[in-house]
Every structure is written in structure tokens, then in C-alpha cells.
């Protein structure tokens, strides 16, 4: 019992001194909060699938800014893993009749081998070279799909996949709270040591090779690890469309993540996400004149980039909190001194 | 003969548009998603301007041009000419203006298949085969463009001043290259020459909205497989690609869904092999 009141009192302590003091925190402590208990609100199917695909979307957004954002290595055919996720998904699932809590993993692993194969060829190749070149990999597959139409279903895709759970909430648990376990990990890859090799590739390859570590490896490491993200978000959308179609491996699908990934700031994990949970709805929103939807995303778009051109949660964050110039911790904007070392801001 | 014309066809639309790409890289390091958006615009402005309006062929084609260049030029100094430093953000505004721009296409013209009438009709039998004369002027007036820009880059000041700016940014800087200005001229060409190959190209085609992000991939992969910044090389790889996509289209089944597979495949193997592409000179590493 004592146990239990101490945990308790150490939870409140860290509440307090470590989540509440950060805007930032709180903000990320409700977004969990809201996301958990949004069934408790409303149980419209409509609104629920919106946040199901848009959870899909971020951890596919995250998985990108994993890999390219970190790294540096601009990956401009990212859609790949999605689609590879996706089509493998759904040919074992039809083919093979494995239900969808193998067919997933499955889908994710071999999702890995496709950033192997990308990744192999990539690594002699760099910056603009190494965009325009997997740029092409989505795009050959599709070639080679919509040929296959046997296997495939060419251009109409496969239909008629299983759901994983046929119950709106269980779905929406499902993906919600698959997407916040992966959002975690992935933002604990970044914040380890591998995460801190990952930022000093896209800084100075050169330097970290002299260093001694071997930079192959831990590219390589980053387009599996990308690839394993993007393969589960493409396998969970499938099943929960019920399709796989060539849409997944689109031009505009690479595009769509690169806008997502770099709108909400690179290299942050929780930016991408933050970006899709804006702009995925919004889209959404924009159905109300839908002629004009998509010129409206661009425009939206355009117009926040010319403000905040380091991406919009950069910018929030710069507004709302400042980094203590002795000890880099970082405190809300409307305090004086720092909440660790008393040291004036500004 | 029928392959013969069409890899001669895809590949100096390819090398117009290639070259043009990789002049603004070369320049300003501006990956511009949205070159071949212009190409779209220019078509879709010749067919308004020759078939909607009844004007004078040539006259809507150098009207087509010069609007294209203008509207290039003010998006340019609008929404990427701010955020330069900022390589990621002009990255993704250059694909948000590129789907702008189909979506205002969209809107205007409807999303409904159209095609333009050639700008000469009639054609010459060469041993059975039809040649049409819009075919062969298309094809003389990309050799033209492509002999004025080679005079233009080798020959003049202008031409001197970008290709040192794309060799060293900083040196020419300081060597009293206004960069800024001259990324507007650089952008200025490329556009231009995004909007020729509309011009020229359009009545070959079948315009609709989407028709820009099939050749953005061939020509990122000529691009690519030329290396940058290499007119030469871009060149080259055009016809290359030009011919296999040809070649593909003609003589395997379901060829037409392969072509861009066979062309990308083509582009992996080479880079391969020479990571810098074909004519690609080997940077020392940047820091």
C-alpha cells in the first residue's frame, strides 16, 4: 500500500514540476488526454474515422521525419513502404487468408527488406542525387503492379480485405492507441544515442565516419527502421479501407508526407504529427466548398510557409517558451529567470 | 519508324524540360517541383488562347510563353524568393504551388480531356510512314532553342556568369555576381523553357490537369541519370530515356504502364554504377 502512495506522490511530483511548467507538455499531456477519451464525447462514425486515418497518417508522417529528417536523407518516395506495406498486407491476407494481426507484422517486415533494397543502392548516393532517385522506387513498383493484375488487381487494387475488429470502438482504440505507442518509440529511438548518430549524419557525415562510427550501418538502420514504421501504417490502412490500391504508392502520396513532415518542422518527431492532426482534418473541413479543396491546402500551405518557414511547430514553440542561455533548459515564455538555474532569460 | 519519331519526340520534350530543371538547381539550388506545372500551364494556355479565343497560332504561342515566364516570375518573388535559406520549406513550396496550379487549372478548363489542333496540318510519307509537319516543327524548334541556349550559356556574359554560379556560389558572389538577380533571370529561362516545351509539345498531347507529374518523373530521371547541372549530359539522358520509353511503348505488352518503370530502372542501374550520373562532375564533399 505504501508502495503505492509513494508512486503515487512521485507521479504528482513529476506532474508538476516537470510536465505542468512546459506549455509544450500540457500541451502533449491533452492531446493524449483528448485522443484517449474521445469516444467518451462523441461516437459520430464520421468523426471517429477521420481521427482513425489521421492517426495512420502520423505514424506514417513520424516514420518519414525518422528517416529524412534525422538523417538527412531525403527520401522522396517514402509511399513505397506504405504501398509495400499495404500490397503485402493485403496478398496475405487474400491469398494466404492470415488475419490481420499477422498480416500487419508480416506486411511490416517486408516493408524492412524494402528499405534494405532502397537503402543499399542509396547509400553511395547524396542530397539532391539521392531525393530524385527514390523518388523513382514507388513508381516502378506501380508500373510493375498494375501489369500484374492477377496478382494485384491492377489498377482497382485488391478489394475486400478482413477488418481487424468490425466494432467502431475497438477500431478506433486500436489505431489510436497503436499509433501513441509507436509515436513513443519512435520519439525514444530519436532521443537515444542512435537518434543523436542519426542527427550527426544529417550534420557532418564526414565527421561522425572520422569518429569512428560506421555510418552505413546506421543508415541503413534508419531506412529499415522508417520502412518497419511506414510498412504498419500502410498495413493498418488497408484493413481499415478494406482496399489496397495503386493510391498508396502515388506521386502525390510521397509528396503529401514530405508536406506534412516539413510543414510541421523536420527532425522532431512530434512535429510530422502535430502537422497531420492540423492539416488532415482541415482538408476535412475544406469539403464544405470541396471544388475548391485542394487549392485551398496548397494555398494554406503557401501562405503559413512564407511566415514560418522553419515549420509551424518550431514556431510555436519559439513563441510560447524560451531556453535558458546558462543551462539550455527550457522555461515558459512569461518568466522572468530560469525555473532550474535562477539565471535572467533574455 | 513509328518508335523512331516518338523517341525523338519524348526525348527533346524531355531535354527542354530537363535542361531548364537543372539550370534553376544549378543556380539558385532550387528544386523546383513545380517546372513541369508551367509546361501544364503553357499548354492549357495555348489551347485557350488558339481555340477558345480563335487567335493566330504563333501569336498565342509567344502570348502562352511570355504569360507562363510572367506568372513564373511573380510566384517566384511571392512565396519562394522569402524563404530561400530554408531548404525544406522551398522544397514543399514548390510542390504546394504545383498543386495550386493544377487545381486553378482544374477549376478553369474542367478536368475533361482536350487536345489542340495542330499549328500545320498535314504530313509526308517516308516508305508508309506518316509524318506529320506538327512533328517535325516541333522537332526543328527544340533544336533551335537548344542551340540559342548552348549560345547563350557558352557565348555571353549572362551565360558565363550562371555557370560560374552554379560551379561556386560563394566565388562568384564575391566576384560581384549579384546572386539574387541573377537567380531571377536563371528562373526566368527555366520557366521560359517550361513553357516552349508546352507550347510546342501541347498539340502532340492530351491536356488535362494531371499531365505534369508524369514527365516531372522521367525528367527528374533525366536529370538524374545526366547528372546535374550537366546541359550535355541532361541532353543526352533525354534521348536515352526518350528512346527506351519509345521502345517499351512499342514493343512490349502493357507497355504503356512500364515505361516509366523501364526509364526509372535504367536511371537506378547507371547511377550504380556512376553515382554522379553520365556527365556529372564529382563534387568534393560540401561541409
Not at chain 1, 118 to 141: D, E, N, Q, S, W
Request: hydrophobic share 55%; aromatic share 12%.
Amino acid at each position: 500500500m505504501e508502495l503505492i502512495i509513494f508512486y503515487f506522490k512521485k507521479l504528482f511530483k513529476i506532474l508538476r514540476n516537470e510536465v505542468l511548467v512546459l506549455p509544450s507538455r500540457v500541451v502533449v499531456g491533452i492531446f493524449f488526454i483528448v485522443l484517449l477519451g474521445l469516444p467518451l464525447i462523441t461516437q459520430d462514425p464520421y468523426i471517429i474515422r477521420i481521427v482513425i486515418l489521421t492517426s495512420i497518417f502520423a505514424i506514417f508522417a513520424a516514420s518519414w521525419d525518422l528517416l529524412s529528417g534525422f538523417t538527412g536523407q531525403m527520401n522522396f518516395g517514402h509511399a513505397l513502404f506504405f504501398g509495400v506495406g499495404a500490397y503485402s498486407s493485403a496478398i496475405l491476407n487474400i491469398h494466404f487468408h492470415l488475419s490481420p494481426w499477422g498480416t500487419v507484422p508480416l506486411g511490416a517486415v517486408v516493408a524492412v527488406l524494402a528499405g534494405l533494397i532502397v537503402g543499399i543502392p542509396c547509400l553511395r548516393l547524396k542530397h539532391t542525387y539521392l531525393a530524385l532517385t527514390t523518388l523513382a522506387f514507388p513508381l516502378i513498383l506501380l508500373g510493375v503492379i498494375i501489369a500484374l493484375p492477377d496478382i494485384s488487381g491492377g489498377e482497382l487494387g485488391m478489394t475486400g480485405l478482413t477488418r481487424i475488429t468490425n466494432s467502431l470502438l475497438g477500431n478506433y482504440y486500436l489505431h489510436v492507441v497503436t499509433f501513441l505507442v509507436l509515436a513513443i518509440i519512435m520519439w525514444k529511438i530519436t532521443d537515444s544515442n542512435t537518434g543523436i548518430i542519426f542527427h550527426a549524419i544529417r550534420e557532418d557525415e564526414l565527421a561522425v565516419k572520422a569518429s569512428g562510427i560506421n555510418t552505413i550501418f546506421y543508415k541503413l538502420l534508419a531506412f529499415c527502421l522508417s520502412g518497419f514504421f511506414a510498412g504498419i501504417a500502410g498495413g493498418l490502412y488497408a484493413h481499415y479501407m478494406r482496399i489496397a490500391g495503386p493510391s498508396t504508392l502515388e506521386l502525390s502520396l510521397s509528396f503529401t508526407v514530405v508536406i506534412y513532415a516539413i510543414f510541421g518542422g523536420a527532425a522532431t518527431i512530434y512535429g510530422p504529427i502535430a502537422a497531420v492532426f492540423i492539416l488532415f482534418p482541415l482538408l476535412e473541413v475544406f469539403r464544405i466548398w470541396p471544388e475548391y479543396r485542394m487549392m485551398l491546402f496548397a494555398a494554406v500551405v503557401l501562405i503559413i510557409l512564407l511566415y514560418m518557414p522553419e515549420g509551424l511547430i518550431h514556431w510555436i514553440r519559439d513563441k510560447i517558451e524560451k531556453e535558458c542561455p546558462r543551462c539550455k533548459v527550457r522555461n515558459v515564455a512569461t518568466r522572468k529567470t530560469c525555473r532550474i538555474c535562477t539565471a535572467n532569460l533574455d | 519508324m513509328n518508335i523512331l519519331i516518338t523517341g525523338l519526340i519524348t526525348g527533346s520534350m524531355l531535354a527542354l524540360l530537363a535542361i531548364g530543371f537543372s539550370l534553376i538547381f544549378g543556380v539558385a539550388r532550387i528544386i523546383n517541383i513545380a517546372h513541369t506545372a508551367f509546361y501544364m500551364v503553357a499548354a492549357y494556355c495555348i489551347f485557350f488562347l488558339s481555340i477558345r479565343l480563335g487567335l493566330n497560332p504563333f501569336l498565342s504561342m509567344l502570348i502562352a510563353v511570355t504569360l507562363v515566364t510572367v506568372t513564373g516570375l511573380v510566384v517566384y518573388k511571392l512565396v519562394i524568393d522569402p524563404i530561400r535559406e530554408h531548404e525544406g520549406a522551398v522544397l514543399i513550396a514548390t510542390i504546394a504551388l504545383a498543386m495550386f496550379l493544377q487545381e486553378v487549372i482544374l477549376q478553369l478548363f474542367t478536368g475533361d480531356y482536350r487536345s489542340i489542333d495542330f499549328m500545320i496540318g498535314g504530313f509526308f510519307t517516308i516508305g508508309g510512314y506518316k509524318i506529320f509537319y506538327q512533328q517535325l516543327l516541333t522537332f526543328g524548334v527544340v533544336l533551335i532553342i537548344l542551340l540559342a541556349l548552348w549560345f547563350l550559356l557558352m557565348k555571353t556574359r549572362l551565360g558565363l556568369a550562371i555557370r560560374s554560379m552554379a560551379e561556386d556560389r560563394e566565388v562568384a558572389n564575391l566576384m560581384g555576381m549579384n546572386e539574387s538577380r541573377l537567380a531571377m533571370i536563371t528562373l526566368a529561362i527555366s520557366v521560359a523553357l517550361a513553357g516552349i516545351t508546352g507550347v510546342v509539345i501541347g498539340p502532340l498531347m492530351v491536356l488535362n490537369p494531371h499531365m505534369w507529374e508524369d514527365p516531372l518523373i522521367i525528367m527528374m530521371a533525366v536529370v538524374v541519370l545526366g547528372g546535374l547541372g550537366s546541359i550535355k549530359g541532361s541532353f543526352v539522358a533525354a534521348f536515352i530515356l526518350g528512346f527506351t520509353e519509345a521502345l517499351v511503348v512499342f514493343l512490349v505488352p502493357t507497355g504503356a504502364f512500364l515505361k516509366g518503370p523501364v526509364a526509372l530502372i535504367i536511371m537506378i542501374l547507371v547511377l550504380l554504377i556512376r553515382p554522379e550520373g553520365l556527365f556529372g562532375v564529382a563534387f568534393e564533399e560540401e561541409r
